[in-house]
């Protein structure tokens, strides 16, 4: 989730951006501020917590149920 700041680039990609010497390619996943930047991964870390804690409470949960249901 927080993978926003790196680029994938091609082959092509990495070549054009080593030639590149007036500054004129592309910038990929840049942010305003390097707060900008670090809010945008903090809530990305965090929104992958939140779907981590859910998928483990509902694996305990799921758990639990099939203990009380056990005869």
Same mark, same amino acid.
């Not at 989730?1 to 926003?4: A, E, G, K, L």
């Not at 990495?14 to 007036?22: C, M, N």
């Not at 809530?43 to 929104?47: I, P, R, Y």
């Given at each position: 989730?927080?993978?926003?700041l *790196?680029?994938?680039p091609?082959?092509?990609d990495?070549? !054009? =951006?080593?030639?590149?010497? *007036?500054g004129v390619y592309p910038m990929y996943n840049n942010? !305003? =501020?390097e707060e900008?930047?670090?809010r945008r991964a903090f809530?990305?870390?965090?929104?992958a917590l939140q779907n981590d804690m859910k998928l483990?409470?509902?694996?305990?949960?799921?758990e639990c149920q099939r203990k009380i249901n056990r005869p």
């Open positions: 989730m927080s993978d926003f *790196f680029a994938m091609k082959t092509i990495g070549i !054009a =951006s080593v030639i590149d010497l *007036f942010s !305003a =501020s900008e930047a670090d809530t990305a870390d965090m929104q483990a409470v509902k694996i305990v949960n799921q």
